[in-house]
Structures are given as C-alpha cells and as structure tokens.
C-alpha cells in the first residue's frame, strides 16, 4: 500500500525509536483526552457538585488537544502499519469507540456544559455513562490491536 | 545486591502465569491504560487549575477527587507489579524501568508535600482565587513527572530490545 511506501511510514516503522516516540505521544494524549473526560463525565454524573459546569467547560481545550495530540500520533502509526491496522477488527472497533465518544464530548461541550445545570438531565447522565464505556473500549480495543491482528 | 534481589523474585508461580499466558499481558496491560486514564484524569485537573485553567473552579473539590486518582495508581501499581514480576531480571537492569520507578516514588513525595504542606489552603482557593506560587511549582512538577513516567513506560520495550 502506498501509504506504508512514505518517506516518515519506513523510518516509523524501520528506526528503533520511531514507532515508541509517536506510541508515547498517543499516551500523554491518552491521558488528557480520557482524563479529563472522565472528571467531567463524573461530575456530569453528581460527582463533585460544587465544580460549576461552565467552568469545567475551559478544561475542554486541554481535552482537544489530547485528541489532536492522538489524531496526529495516530495517523503516524497507522500509515506504517497501514495494511495490519486496516484490516484489524479491533482497529474498526476503537475507531468506532472513538467516533462515538467525540460525538457525545461535542454535546457535552456545546450543551450540557454550557447549560450549566448543579443537576443535570437524565439524557446526559446517560450520554456520560456511555461516553466513559466507548473512551473504555477504545482504550481496550487499542491494546488489542498488536496482539489479535494477523501480521501482513 | 540488585541481582540477588531480582534472582529471588524470578519465577514466582504468578510470574510464570503472567508471563506464559497467552491473554493475561493484553488485558493487564488494558487495564494499565484505563488506570493511568483515570490516574491522569484526576491529577490533571487539579494542577491545571491550581496553575491558572478555569480560575473560577474552585480548587477543594477537585482536590476531593483524590479517590479517583487512588483507585487509577492500585490499577496501576497491581498490573505493573504482575509485569515485573513476569520478569524481573528483564525490568530491573532497563533503564528505562529504572527511571520509571524513581519518577514514581519523585511523584509520590511531591504528591505527599502538597497533601502534608498545601491541602490546608485548597479551603482558602475558592472561585477564582489563584493558588500560592508554592503550590504552582508543586503542580507544575506533578505534571512534569508523571508525563516523565508515561514517556518511560512506553519506551521500556524498546529499551529492553537493545538490552
């Protein structure tokens, strides 16, 4: 595949250091973007009243940049694996978690955060359950995707 | 000293399981990532306000979130040990490992400095009060270190490679 062709794909996946610096670039952004998002699903949830929703709306920016941060990292890592990745279910798997996840943290932001309610509507209580179960899933799928896809 | 240590702790029953088990590695090490999700999570949050994000947070409920960032390091701690112990003649000479695990025990006693020094003010830290510059500095580390300890994590299998 052309992809794996590319100048930046041979040296990710042909150097010692290429593939584990953009893996640890995925894991800080990892653990902005699933962080944060936890403490703000929880709090969506009752937890830790006190903290305004509004205001916990500002940490988003850290949120997006976790996802840029993973985007990009990622993208790297799938263009030197492109035909393994392509082809593995659990690839298919996290992006769908991923899509889902990003969808409900865009209604979050533009809704439930900005309405600022101390109790929030049962719809985004369980937005937030289901968002903390797919940022789960892509994490798990995302692990399995060194051990359960057949090397090309 | 090192060696002995590491020798007496090489082929434990549960190391060999964790170490010829075809899918205990995937799903400790998914379990890994989902702690350090909520490790991070808890942890961020805090020091990004006490360091000036959404200064109208106040900061003692966030600092109560405390529980979620000790139920992310048992996650963290339990799979790691089950890693090491799966072979401890391997983690215990990489330095990236090495490295690892003195960036932990940094960040606990910078953890414990604010809990024994600072988290008597966090009353005081209201709505968009800023924290003392003692506490940005204490924050700030936290960040540093534990974005050391992931970059650590990740890079000890290509350490181990070159080993």
């Known amino acids: 595949m052309m992809l794996e062709n590319l100048e930046l794909s041979q040296w990710v996946l042909g150097s010692i250091w290429g593939y584990p610096v953009f893996l640890t670039f995925h894991s800080l952004g990892l653990g902005l973007l699933v962080g944060l998002l936890v403490v703000i699903d929880l709090r969506v949830l009752g937890v830790a009243k006190p903290l305004p929703l509004s205001e916990l709306r500002k940490m988003m920016p850290y949120v997006w940049f976790g996802f840029v941060l993973n985007a990009v990292s990622g993208v790297v890592l799938f263009m030197a694996d492109a035909r393994k990745d392509y082809y593995s279910n659990s690839f298919r798997w996290k992006i769908l978690s991923i899509v889902v996840g990003l969808v409900i943290a865009v209604y979050l932001n533009n809704k439930v955060l900005r309405e600022n309610a101390e109790e929030t509507p049962p719809l985004a209580r369980l937005l937030a359950v289901v968002s903390l179960a797919s940022w789960t899933g892509a994490i798990v799928a995302g692990r399995l995707i060194a051990y359960l896809s057949s090397p090309l | ?163």
């Open chain 2, 1 to 163: 000293m090192l060696q002995g240590f590491l020798e007496s702790l090489d082929g434990t029953a549960i190391g060999l399981t964790v170490k010829t088990s075809v899918w205990m590695f995937p799903v400790l090490e998914a379990l890994h990532f989902i702690g350090l999700a909520l490790l991070i999570g808890g942890i961020a949050a805090l020091d990004l306000r006490v360091l000036g994000v959404a200064k109208r947070l106040p900061i003692a409920p966030l600092h109560k979130l405390l529980p979620l960032v000790f139920v992310g390091f048992g996650i963290n701690l339990i799979t790691g040990v089950l890693f090491f112990l799966s072979d401890p003649l391997g983690y215990g000479v990489n330095p990236a490992f090495q490295f690892k695990v003195i960036f932990i025990l940094l960040a606990g006693l910078n953890a414990l400095w604010f809990e024994l020094k600072l988290s008597r003010q966090v009353e005081e830290w209201g709505p968009g009060v800023d924290a003392s510059t003692h506490a940005k500095v204490v924050c700030g580390l936290s960040l540093f270190l534990w974005a050391g300890i992931i970059t650590a994590g990740r890079l000890l299998p290509s350490f181990a490679a070159l080993l």
